[in-house]
């Protein structure tokens, strides 16, 4: 069988592009326990623990991080406030944030805390999303109160549906 010059590009094109996406990939499926602990020791005001479980203070806000590199998956997490001093209203805000601003974090209750949680597949992670999950965790930390977010972007919420008055209902002509 014999393959014409243009066949031949087209062959080569997606070989090579291909092998592109493939290379991507392997790249930035690369984060580890190892890489993690330095962008800790970048961003953090001190780091102490161990490999794969460490509490870093960044900016005077604790902060805990926990992987397991064998199922691949990793939680950055700070407590909030004791879950017995939320307010309902505090928490309906919580849960209303979770969907409208606090992105990639989400608002969360264990063992009687509210903590913010950043959770993620490990290996996927880069260096410039890990920077980036570390920051969304201080942001949502910090505006718990005010304006629950974790970024600048909020996706905004429903209006509130105005009072609609009913029309009158119109008769459908008759069939001929």
């Known amino acids: ?8 590009f087209h062959l080569l094109l997606l070989s090579t592009l291909f092998l592109l996406i493939t290379a991507f ?6 984060m580890d326990n190892e890489k993690l602990e330095k962008i800790f020791y ?15 203070l960044v900016r005077g806000l604790p902060m805990f991080c926990f992987t397991d590199e064998f199922n ?14 939320v307010t309902p209203e505090e928490m309906k805000a919580c849960m ?17 805390v509210l903590w913010v949680a950043f959770i993620h597949p490990l290996r996927e992670l880069s ?3 890990t920077v980036n999950a570390i920051s969304q965790v201080y942001n949502a930390t910090l505006t718990f ?5 974790s970024t600048d972007l909020i996706f905004p919420k429903r209006q509130e549906k105005e009072e609609v008055t009913p029309k009158k209902k119109k008769k459908l002509p008759k069939k001929s």
């Open 1 to 8: 069988m014999q393959i014409g010059p243009r066949n031949f």
């Open 25 to 30: 990939s392997m790249v930035a499926q690369s």
């Open 42 to 56: 970048v961003v953090g005001d001190t780091v102490t623990g161990q490999n794969g479980n460490w509490q870093v």
């Open 72 to 85: 691949n998956r990793m939680r950055i997490i700070s407590p909030v406030k004791e879950i017995k001093d």
């Open 96 to 112: 209303e944030a979770n969907f409208h601003s606090a992105l990639d974090v989400k608002y969360c209750i264990s063992e009687d």
């Open 127 to 129: 260096k410039d999303q």
């Open 145 to 149: 109160g005010s304006s629950y977010s």
